[in-house]
């Protein structure tokens, strides 16, 4: 079992960064795949990224590759997702995810992170 807690999301002006956070309970968690989704109000959740168990493979969607950067400290049960740039479009609530694969379809992720608000001003 794993539990995922995101944080880090808040008001910015755009062209500004930040750095949101998933932290992880259980000491297997570099067995896990994490995954990083959105969903902004009144669109479908959106596959951000997602990083390998070893923190050695990452993948990216296309609209965000360049200004997404996701890293983890298994030591620390963290992984983190950067964002640079941010633009009103990455006004979204973002949550984690942890699974076994590193991959964009939701359904394959068996743990989520309850999300964390990123509001982007112009």
């Known amino acids: 079992q794993v539990q995922l807690v995101e944080s880090g999301g808040e008001l910015v002006q755009a062209g500004g960064s930040l750095r949101l956070s998933c932290a992880a309970s259980?000491?297997?968690?570099?067995?896990?795949?994490v995954g990083w989704f959105r969903k902004a109000s009144g669109k479908e959740r959106e596959f951000v990224g997602a990083?390998?168990?070893?923190?050695?493979?990452?993948r990216y969607a296309d609209s965000v590759k360049g200004r997404f950067t996701i890293s983890r400290d298994n030591a620390k049960n963290t992984v983190y997702l950067q964002i640079r740039s941010l633009n009103v479009e990455d006004t979204a609530v973002y949550y984690c995810a942890a699974g076994y694969t590193v991959g964009p379809i939701p359904g394959a992720y068996d743990y989520w992170g309850q999300g964390t608000q990123v509001t982007v001003s112009s």
């Open positions: 259980g000491r297997t968690f570099g067995m896990y795949a």
């Open positions: 990083i390998s168990g070893s923190g050695g493979s990452t």
